[in-house]
Nanobody, 126 residues
Framework: QVQLVESGGRLVQAGGSLRLSCTAS????????MGWFRQAPGKERELVAA????????LSADSVKGRFTISKDNTKNTVYLQMNSLKPEDTAVYYC???????????????????WGQGTQVTVSS
């Protein structure tokens, strides 16, 4: 069983920046695709950004393109989400997830992910 622990969420003013981190247990992290998802109150969980096992391919939701960047450090078993120019509509619980058997075509699908962290709250005030 892989454990994922997110950190970095907090209250921030609109226009500010945050960097979320997610550290995974185990030795197979370098073979996983990783994703960041978010869920706002009353809404479904949605993809924010995902990155392939090598880090060579990334994708992101249209709503965060140009503002958020996902990266992966296989030497530290950690995936990051750099969030800039934050908006109140970015307020949500942010979850990281790991896909043990990644396929590029389905990297953006919530159902592809096998392990999930407990989430970290990001609140953006206007």
């Amino acid at each position: 069983q892989v454990q994922l622990v997110e950190s970095g969420g907090r209250l921030v003013q609109a226009g500010g920046s945050l960097r979320l981190s997610c550290t995974a247990s185990g030795r197979a992290f370098s073979s996983y695709a990783m994703g960041w998802f978010r869920q706002a109150p009353g809404k479904e969980r949605e993809l924010v950004a995902a990155i392939s096992w090598s880090g060579g391919t990334t994708l992101s939701a249209d709503s965060v393109k140009g503002r958020f960047t996902i990266s992966k450090d296989n030497t530290k078993n950690t995936v990051y989400l750099q969030m800039n120019s934050l908006k109140p509509e970015d307020t949500a619980v942010y979850y990281c997830a790991a896909d043990r058997f990644p396929v590029l075509a389905t990297m953006g699908s919530l159902n592809s992910y096998d392990y999930w962290g407990q989430g970290t709250q990001v609140t953006v005030s206007s």
